[in-house]
């Protein structure tokens, strides 16, 4: 039988994986081109910072994953991924829903990532910092 503590380092590890999948793979590396069509919709950023705007999101998502996967001050841990995933989302189908497949699934996908990230933060040992 899995203890609660296991069972939340390996809630952990899920989120600090979706964070780096979409930091990484998507930004960093380029894996999915409708992350940088979305960031270049944005109407007041100039064409040429394009590249190190997907660049620096997708290097604070990779952040975000370390952070919620050390354990460290897990409230405010998830307070910033709900705020960044909030800002993320909201700013995709402001300027870029042309660009977003699925809008309702991303939704849908995202309500339930944060579910996860609040109730490893909730659960994790020393969780008041």
Partial sequence: MTRPLDATRIGAAAVALV???????????GGSPDQRAIVAAVPWLPARAVTAAVLGIGLAEVALGAWALSG?????AAVVQTGALVAFNAGGLAFGAAHVPDPAGMLVRNVAFLALVWLV???????AG
């Fill in 121 to 127: 933060a909730l659960r994790t040992k020393g969780s």
């Fill in 72 to 76: 460290w001050r897990p409230r405010p």
């Fill in 19 to 29: 964070w780096w999948y979409e930091g990484l793979w998507d930004k960093v590396l």
